[in-house]
Nanobody, 124 residues
């Protein structure tokens, strides 16, 4: 089993920044990937970004390119999401997810474990 715990959400004004963290414990996948997704009420989870644990390759949704940065600290089994230039449309619950397989999939059903989510609210 893998446990994922997100932190760092909150309320911020448009144009501001937040950094989310996702700490993984239990079994970890050295060759797998971690992703961030977000969800607003009434909609499905939307892919935001993903990173490969071993080589650090990344993938981003077009909506966040140039504003969000994913990174990882392998020693701490933690993945970060630095969010800059936040917009009201970034408001959502943000979830981190882990998958054992190699590859930066944007599909929710290809991730094996999920965190409980953290709320990000961007005011205009």
């Amino acid at each position: 089993q893998v446990q994922l715990v997100e932190s760092g959400g909150g309320l911020v004004q448009a144009g501001g920044s937040l950094r989310l963290s996702c700490a993984a414990s239990g079994r970890t996948f050295s060759g797998g990937a971690m992703g961030w997704f977000r969800q607003i009420p009434g909609k499905g989870r939307e892919f935001v970004t993903a990173i490969n644990w071993s080589i650090g390759s990344t993938r981003y949704a077009d909506s966040v390119k140039g504003r969000f940065t994913i990174s990882r600290d392998n020693a701490k089994n933690t993945v970060y999401l630095q969010m800059n230039s936040l917009k009201p449309e970034d408001t959502a619950v943000y979830y981190c997810a882990a998958r054992a397989a190699y590859g930066l999939s944007p599909q929710t059903n290809e991730y094996d474990y999920w965190g409980q989510g953290t709320q990000v609210t961007v005011s205009s």
